[in-house]
């Protein structure tokens, strides 16, 4: 894993734990490390069945989320 993944990670994971606001920046490191997943998964079929967990998904479904007041 590269430093830039490493950071991804760690907003993407104080985000959940509640260290970090849920915001823009978070969506952005979500998105990069899902488009590397999707590049490791069509690199070899190895990768086919790793995925992110349920926290992480669930928080994915978030970003497109409208507020309604």
Known sequence: ?????????????????????????????????????ERLRRLDKAFSEVDFSRVVKRLKSRENAVPVS
């Open 1 to 37: 894993m590269t430093d830039t993944d490493s950071t991804h990670c760690r907003i993407v994971s104080r985000s959940l734990t509640g260290e970090q606001a849920i915001d823009e920046q978070t969506f952005a490191s979500l998105a990069i490390l899902t488009d590397r997943l």
